[in-house]
């Protein structure tokens, strides 16, 4: 006899449970193939380290259909990202008008821009890989596993946007700077020397 299938209601708590334990800051990226109603899943790479063996199946499933159902509710062209319930992260979403649709699950702190410029250089890359045989995605009709090995690679480098997003380190960096020049300036004022005095010891002034 099939093993009787676990009701949606617990499979959804479940889910809630596990993904807490999930320590990455990207849990999952898929690309799919677009199709008017269902779209195809063509590649995953999912970062689920903190959950035991048997969680991750669960966790997979979940996330996976999260995926799914928003793409599902962006169209070719488009850009959005979703808050996943009860904000267990977010799912951006990239559409191309080409028909290729890249989503990543993150946790709620990543960087928008980061995901997005992630998803923007996996679509470059991978049209770019398949360039030569673009039959191998765009007349797939079903599910399937197109080896895509980058993935794993971009969801590793990417964890951390200010080591792999070089607009997101340059913003970072500026930030930086100027609270410490700020900081700086705070500190001589506190000495008890007035800017009047600094001035007049100044060799820079004439």
Known sequence: TPKPQKPISY???????????????IVSIHIFKWKQKDPVLLW?????????????????????FSSRLIWQDTEL??????????DIGVCHCWTTSEGISVTAITDLEYPEASAFNMLGQIIIDFMETFENDTEMYTEQEEDTNLKYDKLEEYIKVWQNPADADKI???????????????????????????????????????
């Open 11 to 25: 499979l959804k708590v479940e889910f809630r449970q596990y993904i807490k334990y999930i320590k990455m800051r």
């Open 44 to 64: 995953e790479a999912t970062q689920l380290e903190g959950l035991w063996f048997f969680q991750k199946k669960t966790a997979t499933e979940h996330i996976r």
């Open 77 to 86: 062209g488009m850009k959005q990202s979703v808050k996943l319930e009860n």
């Open 168 to 206: 997101y380190k340059i913003k970072t960096e500026l930030t930086e700077v100027k609270e410490i020049m700020h900081k700086n300036m705070e500190d001589l004022l506190k000495r008890g020397e007035s800017l009047d005095a600094l001035m007049a010891k100044s060799k820079d002034l004439g």
